[in-house]
């Protein structure tokens, strides 16, 4: 067997590319990785292409890795459906769980019985429209990855972790040579320094980072989630001015020096000090979340004076200002590295300590109009 393994599609959530808002090109590399090398195998053979592709996703929580993720499982199985006219999942989830067990040699056993599925699975054909076999690739996702594959090297868990990851690094590696398909990995951490670099390198795993968004990038989100036909608060101009009004006063907040955006300074191990600022930490998610509030807020108002008001960018604002507020009173030296991952790695300085800045809870001028 092992279709037990794969991810049963009517419960993964599609999601499309107006979806992400700013799609990141690793996407499209995977993609066409995937299609050549079934599409175009003799030119992948000729060319000597490895037959797995893998890929680790770091970035600060609610970054859009998981997004994308789904984003590519989408993608994958639409072109999968155009192939044979069938959505067969083709997806594999994996997580520490279902391998770590408390009784003795029975991680072990669960890791080959797993190895064993997956090499069945990757031994299935699929049909396509014209009625010729072909062997689909597999995607395995390995989510917050530092959990499977902790390093060997932390001083707490040697025991633990030695023996359960060298037999996955060993079954994964001899499904390379008896496979005829690709397997394709994706790996998402916020913690990449707790993953097992040596693991990470005998995978093959490739760094993709997802770096919090940019201008373009915030200004596209936010048209996504205040969308053309929103009704918007005011009554000076047209829907479509009022609109592009409030995505600039949003991204102005987020991005611009209006407000001190300093939230708390970092101060590493190596006495260098780096400033943890509101526009680094700008994430898909917090603008999901922070338009739903306002959202809700707006309807909130518009029922107790019975007529629909619109949505307030200073509503937008102020769920944006409690949030980054309520981070930096809980930035600390133990969970900074989830915010800003971009500073560590295996070998690079630790964070000494975290110092306050005084400027956190000054309001934007936005706030301070009636």
Same mark, same amino acid.
């Given at each position: 067997?092992?279709?037990?393994? @794969?991810?049963? *599609? ?32 003799? $030119?992948?053979?000729? %060319? &000597? ?6 890929? *680790? /996703? ?20 639409? $072109? ?12 594999? %989830?994996?997580?520490?769980?279902? /391998? ?20 069945? @699975?990757?031994? !299935? ?8 076999? /072909? ?30 990851? &060298?037999?996955?690094? !060993? ?22 320094? @707790? ?31 205040? /969308?053309?036909? %929103? ?29 001190? !955006? ?57 769920? *944006? ?9 809980? @930035? ?39």
């Amino acid at each position: 067997g092992g279709d037990d393994l @794969l991810v049963d *599609l009517a419960i993964l959530p599609e999601v499309r590319r107006e979806d992400v808002g700013a799609p990141h090109p690793v996407v499209d590399e995977i993609l066409d990785d995937i299609r050549i090398g079934t599409e175009r195998k003799e $030119w992948a053979e000729r %060319m &000597g292409k490895r037959d797995r592709r893998s890929y *680790l /996703f770091v970035g600060i929580t609610g970054g859009g890795k998981s997004h994308h993720l789904k984003l590519i499982s989408t993608e994958l199985h639409d $072109w999968i459906e155009q192939q044979t006219g069938c959505r067969t999942s083709r997806l594999i %989830m994996v997580d520490a769980s279902q /391998f770590w067990s408390p009784y003795f040699g029975e991680t072990e056993q669960r890791i080959a019985r797993w190895a064993a599925k997956l090499y069945n @699975l990757g031994k !299935q054909t699929l049909t396509d429209k014209a009625g010729n076999q /072909f062997r689909s690739p597999l995607v395995i996702v390995l989510e917050e990855c530092e959990t499977l594959l902790r390093s060997r090297n932390d001083g707490t868990s040697n025991h633990l972790f030695d023996r359960p990851l &060298g037999l996955l690094l !060993q079954k994964t590696e001899s499904l390379e040579g008896a496979l005829e398909v690709p397997i394709v990995w994706l790996a998402t951490s916020n913690r990449a320094d @707790l993953a097992d670099a040596a693991a990470l390198r005998r995978i093959g795993m490739r760094r993709v980072n997802f770096h919090t968004l940019n201008g373009a990038a915030v200004r596209a989100v936010l048209a996504k989630k205040i /969308f053309a036909s %929103m009704p918007i608060a005011g009554d000076i101009g047209d829907l479509e001015s009022r609109r592009a009004v409030a995505i600039e006063q949003i991204a102005a907040y987020l991005l611009g020096d209006e407000t001190p !955006q300093e939230l708390a300074v970092a101060v590493m191990d190596n006495s260098e000090r780096h400033s943890i600022n509101r526009r680094d930490l700008v994430t898909p998610a917090v603008l999901e979340e922070a338009v739903s509030w306002a959202i809700d807020r707006c309807l909130s108002k518009s029922a107790r004076q019975d007529n629909l008001l619109g949505l307030d960018a200073r509503d937008v604002i102020e769920f *944006l200002h409690r949030h980054y507020g309520n981070l930096a009173r809980t @930035l600390r030296v133990h969970n900074v590295a989830e915010y800003c991952p971009q500073w560590f790695d295996n070998e690079g300085p630790g964070v000494r300590r975290i110092e306050p800045s005084a400027h956190t809870q000054r309001r934007p001028a936005a706030l301070l109009v009636a």
